[in-house]
């Protein structure tokens, strides 16, 4: 196990397409989250998983937005009709339960997405 | 939204030099943690501070917390070319569930 993956790096789309961006976290870790970062700000918090269940979304996420993790494994974040506002790099964390997490959330390098 | 706002938002210091960030929070927390972000990267956790410690170190790193004035530093020894990145403070929040919430960040340069 080598860390967070996320796939694809890169996603290059026009408006209005939809898109799909995948997350593999550390197998042990039943906490998953999705965070936006546009350029020079901090990751927003977008929405959270403990195991298979979505326990919290943003306001941010609008209804375009939704994200899955089937079987408490890997999660899947789909934008659908996107828009240009929703160019970004896309990061994924994972982590422990948070009573015994000393080390933080541990990332993936990202998915940038850029909506032409 | 972003909870913490980091000071300065932009550092450039020369190789050797000590580097100071600072992170003011809002509202009341379990703990804080420090990450860094390569250009186009994803964040690496550097330390967490729980809300009863003040001071903790690892390696060049040293981050203080102080909670009745809701802020924290983070000072890096003897910095190096590679510690050029941009470095983001992040504090839990409870609504219903605990997640961290990260600041704007502070973006380091260091000058070989």
């Known amino acids: 196990d080598t860390g967070v993956s996320q796939n694809p790096r890169h996603k290059i789309t026009k408006r209005g397409q939809n898109v799909t961006f995948r997350c593999d976290p550390i197998s042990e870790h039943n906490r998953l989250y999705w965070y936006r970062q546009t350029l020079g700000q901090g990751p927003e918090f977008l929405t959270y998983f403990q195991n298979e269940a979505q326990l919290e979304k943003s306001r941010l996420l609008s209804d375009r937005f939704s994200a899955e993790r089937p079987k408490g494994s890997f999660s899947t974040l789909e934008i659908q009709r996107t828009e240009q506002g929703d160019s970004a790099m896309y990061l994924c964390a994972s982590s422990v339960d948070a009573w015994r997490n000393a080390y933080g959330y541990t990332f993936g390098s990202g998915t940038r997405l850029t909506v032409v | 939204s972003q909870q913490g706002e980091e000071d300065p938002q932009a550092l450039s210091i020369q190789e050797g030099e000590n580097a100071t960030m600072n992170c003011s929070y809002k509202t009341s927390i379990n703990n804080l943690q420090w990450y860094r972000q390569n250009s186009g990267r994803g964040l690496v956790h550097l330390i967490l501070i729980r809300s009863n410690e003040r001071e903790k170190h690892s390696g060049r790193l040293r981050v203080t917390l102080d909670t009745s004035k809701k802020s924290s530093s983070l000072l890096i020894t003897a910095s190096r070319a590679a510690d050029t990145a941009s470095y983001f403070c992040?504090?839990?929040?409870?609504?219903?569930?605990?997640?961290?919430?990260f600041g704007t960040g502070t973006r380091l340069k260091v000058l070989a």
């Open positions: 992040a504090t839990d929040e409870y609504s219903g569930t605990y997640k961290y919430i």
